[in-house]
C-alpha cells in the first residue's frame, strides 16, 4: 500500500503540526531499518528462607507498570522537497538582505519561492541541508515549536481494527501509525483492566504517531556515496514537558 507521498513511511513531526499532516511541518525519513525496544523495569528480590523446608528458593516481583521504549531508524538522506508553515506570512520576515523584518523592504513579489495558498513554503533542500536541519532540531527544546520534533510516525499495514474487526470487506490492510497501545475501549479487549489514562489503538493514518523526542541524531558524509547521506536516529518514547 502506497503512502501519502508514495516514497515514505517514516516521518518525524514538528510540534508546530498542528493538524497531523504527514506534510506539512515534517521531515520525511528514507529508513532501511527500524529498530524497537521495550525493556521491563521489574523490581525483585530473593525471598529469605524460601526454600529452607520446600527445597525450593522463591523471588518475588512487584509489576508495577514501568518501561523504557526506544525505536532506533537507519537509513540514508537525499535531496528532496520539504514542505513548511510558520505563523510569519510577510514577506519581510524571509528577507535575508535585511538585518531585521523591520527594515525590509520586501514584499511578496519578490519571495522566491512565494507562499502558496495555504501560506507554506514548498522548497527543495539539498540532503545536506536537510541533514543540518535534524541536527539542528534535535538540539532545540519544547520552547521552539519549529525545532521541536516529538513525535515519530511510522506508517505500517493493518488488517485489524481497534475493536478486533477486520478494516475492509475483503480483509485488505490500511495504513496506521505504529503504536504501543493496545485494541479496546478502556477496561475491554486487551485493555481489561486498564481503567482511566488509555490511549486508542490507530484506525486511521492521520492518528497520532509515536510520542516523545530524539534522544539522538548521527549522520555520515562520505566520498564513496555522493548522492546520498546515512543516518541513524534514536527516539525515546516519552511524555515531554
Known amino acids: 500500500m502506497t503512502s501519502p507521498d508514495g516514497t515514505h513511511y517514516v516521518f518525524l513531526r514538528l510540534g508546530s503540526n498542528k493538524g497531523n499532516s504527514l ?35 522463591r523471588t518475588l516481583a512487584f509489576n508495577m507498570g514501568m518501561a523504557s521504549k526506544t525505536i532506533s531508524v537507519t537509513g540514508i538522506i537525499t535531496d528532496m522537497t520539504i514542505t513548511r508553515k510558520f505563523e510569519q506570512t510577510a514577506a519581510k520576515y524571509y528577507d535575508s538582505s ?64 481497534s475493536r478486533y474487526q477486520y ?18 475501549f478502556a477496561n475491554s479487549l486487551d485493555n481489561d483492566g486498564a481503567i482511566v489514562g488509555v490511549t486508542e489503538f490507530p484506525d486511521s493514518i492521520t492518528d497520532d504517531g509515536i510520542k516523545g523526542f530524539v534522544r539522538s541524531f548521527s549522520c555520515d558524509i562520505e566520498a564513496e556515496m555522493p548522492n546520498v547521506i546515512s543516518f541513524t536516529l534514536e527516539f525515546e518514547v516519552a511524555i515531554t514537558v
Open 23 to 57: 506534510i506539512v511541518n515534517t521531515v520525511p525519513l528514507k529508513a532501511e531499518t527500524v529498530s524497537f525496544s521495550t525493556s521491563k523495569t521489574i523490581p525483585s528480590f530473593d525471598v529469605p528462607f524460601s526454600g529452607m523446608f520446600s527445597g525450593e528458593s
Open 98 to 161: 535585511a538585518s531585521s523584518p523591520n527594515n525590509s523592504t520586501d514584499v511578496a513579489g519578490d519571495m522566491f519561492p512565494t507562499l502558496n495558498s495555504d501560506d507554506e513554503i514548498v522548497i527543495d533542500m539539498t540532503k545536506e541541508e536537510i541533514a543540518q536541519l535534524i541536527h539542528s532540531n534535535t538540539d532545540g527544546t519544547a520552547l521552539q515549536d519549529m525545532q521541536n520534533m516529538n513525535e515519530l510516525v511510522i506508517l505500517i499495514n493493518s488488517k485489524v481494527d
Open 167 to 184: 478494516r475492509n470487506a475483503d480483509k485488505s490492510s490500511d495504513l496506521i501509525p505504529w503504536s504501543f497501545s493496545s485494541r479496546g
